[in-house]
């Protein structure tokens, strides 16, 4: 699939080869593993403009959907991950995430029924994501074991240092992602979570939005300048600390 980058493929070679591709994509994902030995990939899938030159229009849905189940497949199962006091495990799907917003332009595709939370893993996977958003290092209480305030929800596991997300995800997640989604997106995390095991520190976080809510909206406004950039290394607001 590398070679999609530099020179032409045979149509039948690429309907043979990229099924393959897409199921080791798949796999990896579920095992929390570095998608780095699919750097070719990916790099073919941007600047080879694949969904373009080699697909029509219904192959690029089918292909978009299988993102979207694989990467919602993934969600359901974080809340695998988690104990009665924490998560257990670096939440390595928000870099695939930030991977796919660099070569698929529909990540709303997966962003809508995602914070929809029908699931108790996309709840915790919504828990997750907003903490990244809403503590300093070392403050996150979801991830009080691990050494760092995790997660850098601004960072990939791509190789791709050519460009960031696609103009038409970052378009779509300016337009999506603001206080007010925060807050009712953490509202709804807390009803979904109630009786589970996170439910005390999804409170927490309800509690601490008030004295919270200007690192909120500051790393709203910057995190779709961090997602432009191919790999962006820290925040740069006034809290990056």
Same mark, same amino acid.
């Given at each position: 699939?590398? @070679?999609?980058?530099?020179?032409?493929?045979?149509?039948?070679?690429?309907?043979?080869?990229?099924?393959?591709?897409?199921?080791?994509?798949?796999?990896?994902?579920?095992?929390?593993?570095?998608?780095?030995?699919?750097?070719?990939?990916?790099?073919?899938?941007?600047?080879?403009?694949?969904?373009?030159?080699?697909?029509?229009? @219904?192959?690029?849905?089918?292909?978009?959907?299988?993102?979207?189940?694989?990467?919602?497949?993934?969600? @359901?199962?974080?809340?695998?991950?988690?104990?009665?006091?924490?998560?257990?495990?670096?939440?390595?799907?928000?870099?695939?995430?930030?991977?796919?917003?660099?070569?698929?332009?529909?990540?709303?595709?997966?962003?809508?029924?995602?914070?929809?939370?029908?699931?108790?893993?996309?709840?915790?996977?919504?828990?997750?994501?907003?903490?990244?958003?809403?503590?300093?290092?070392?403050?996150?209480?979801?991830?009080?074991?691990?050494?760092?305030?995790?997660?850098?929800?601004?960072?990939?596991?791509?190789?791709?240092?050519?460009?960031?997300?696609?103009?038409?995800?970052?378009?779509?997640?300016?337009?999506?992602?603001?206080?007010?989604?925060?807050?009712?997106?953490?509202?709804?995390?807390?009803?979904?979570?109630?009786?589970?095991?996170?439910?005390?520190?999804?409170?927490?976080?309800? @509690?601490?939005?008030?004295?919270?809510?200007?690192?909120? %909206? %500051?790393?709203?406004?910057?995190?779709?300048?961090?997602? %432009?950039? %191919?790999?962006?290394?820290?925040?740069?607001?006034?809290?990056?600390?």
């Amino acid at each position: 699939m590398g @070679d999609l980058t530099y020179c032409e493929l045979q149509q039948d070679l690429f309907d043979y080869l990229f099924p393959v591709c897409l199921m080791d994509w798949h796999f990896t994902l579920m095992r929390d593993e570095s998608c780095q030995h699919e750097f070719e990939f990916h790099r073919a899938m941007r600047n080879g403009n694949i969904f373009q030159k080699m697909m029509n229009n @219904d192959q690029r849905q089918e292909v978009f959907e299988f993102f979207r189940d694989s990467f919602l497949e993934r969600l @359901d199962s974080e809340s695998e991950s988690v104990t009665s006091t924490s998560v257990r495990l670096k939440p390595k799907w928000i870099y695939r995430f930030n991977s796919l917003g660099m070569v698929m332009p529909r990540i709303d595709l997966i962003w809508c029924p995602w914070w929809e939370m029908e699931t108790l893993g996309r709840a915790v996977a919504a828990l997750e994501y907003l903490s990244g958003l809403m503590y300093l290092e070392g403050d996150n209480p979801l991830f009080r074991e691990q050494k760092r305030a995790l997660p850098l929800i601004f960072a990939n596991d791509s190789m791709n240092f050519d460009a960031g997300w696609l103009e038409e995800n970052l378009d779509f997640l300016k337009q999506e992602l603001t206080v007010d989604f925060f807050q009712s997106s953490l509202s709804r995390a807390v009803r979904r979570l109630h009786g589970h095991q996170l439910e005390n520190i999804a409170q927490q976080f309800l @509690d601490d939005l008030p004295i919270c809510r200007d690192l909120v %909206a %500051a790393r709203i406004e910057e995190l779709p300048c961090l997602l %432009a950039e %191919a790999q962006p290394d820290r925040w740069t607001g006034r809290f990056t600390y």
